[in-house]
């Protein structure tokens, strides 16, 4: 069975500070699909990256870097000098790589707080 | 954006009466699902369809039943709310070939449903 774990509940951080936000996995497949979702104070959930088991490198968007591990099953999400737009819960999520099968597991999320 | 809209936005309803939730997408994708979203849990895969008239049960499907008669509408029932049933509920919508398989899933606006 596939889990995800996001072990910080709540993170708080002054403005343009860095943050980190983890994620650790498990799974027993080979091949596999990591995913970041934000979700602002709004509601709504946004797609932030996906990453394929076979593909370790880091990546950099902007402020936003993820850390892809293989080897401590993590997939671990820094956003560097914070800003109070920032401010969201953010999922981590899994997937299996089956063809016609691909339901997404979710962690319990990560509340980011950006404090001004 | 992608073009998922889902009704009604916020519903109050009372236990045991029927309830249906409507997800509709413009984007012609083939895969569609149904989570909900409840404090200390993530989200959840209630049920998701791979094609009209294809479904498959999720994580917490009980309770629940989907139909799909077209490409675009995807529908989630409950037939008999209970109060454990008060949760916001997202759709999302996906699209996987063989040669660009394993796409992200991209989500509504969501629903609060509130079961007295």
């Known amino acids: 069975a596939q889990k995800v774990t996001q072990a910080q509940t709540e993170i708080s951080v002054v403005e343009k500070e860095d943050v980190t936000l983890d994620c650790v996995y498990e799974?027993?497949?080979?091949?596999?699909?990591l995913f970041w979702y934000k979700q602002p104070p709004s509601g709504e959930l946004v797609f932030l990256i996906r990453?394929?088991?076979?593909?370790?490198q880091n990546e950099i968007s902007g402020r936003y870097s993820w850390n892809f591990q293989k080897s401590t099953s993590s997939f671990n999400f820094t956003i560097t000098a914070s800003q109070v737009v920032d401010s969201a819960v953010y999922f981590c999520?899994?997937?299996?790589?089956?063809?016609?099968?691909?339901?997404?597991?979710f962690g319990t999320g990560t509340r980011l707080t950006i404090i001004p | 954006d992608a073009g998922i809209t889902q009704s009604p936005r916020h519903k109050v309803t009372e236990t045991g009466t029927p309830v249906t939730l409507r997800c509709h997408q413009t984007?012609?994708?083939?895969?569609m699902y149904w989570y909900r979203q409840d404090p200390g849990h993530g989200l959840r895969l209630i049920h998701y369809?791979?094609?009209?008239?294809?479904?498959d049960k999720g994580e917490v499907s009980d309770g629940y039943s989907v139909s799909r008669s077209k490409t675009e509408d995807f529908l989630l029932t409950l037939e008999s709310a209970t109060s454990s049933q008060t949760s916001v509920y997202f759709c999302?919508?996906?699209?996987?070939?063989?040669?660009?398989?394993?796409?992200?899933?991209?989500f509504g606006p969501g629903t609060r449903l509130t079961v007295l």
């Open positions: 369809s791979y094609g009209v008239k294809d479904t």
């Open positions: 999302a919508i996906s699209e996987s070939t063989r040669d660009a398989a394993y796409n992200e899933q991209f």
């Open positions: 799974t027993r497949d080979t091949t596999y699909y």
């Open positions: 999520a899994l997937s299996e790589a089956v063809f016609g099968n691909e339901k997404l597991t």
């Open positions: 990453r394929n088991s076979f593909d370790e």
């Open positions: 984007e012609n994708h083939r895969y």
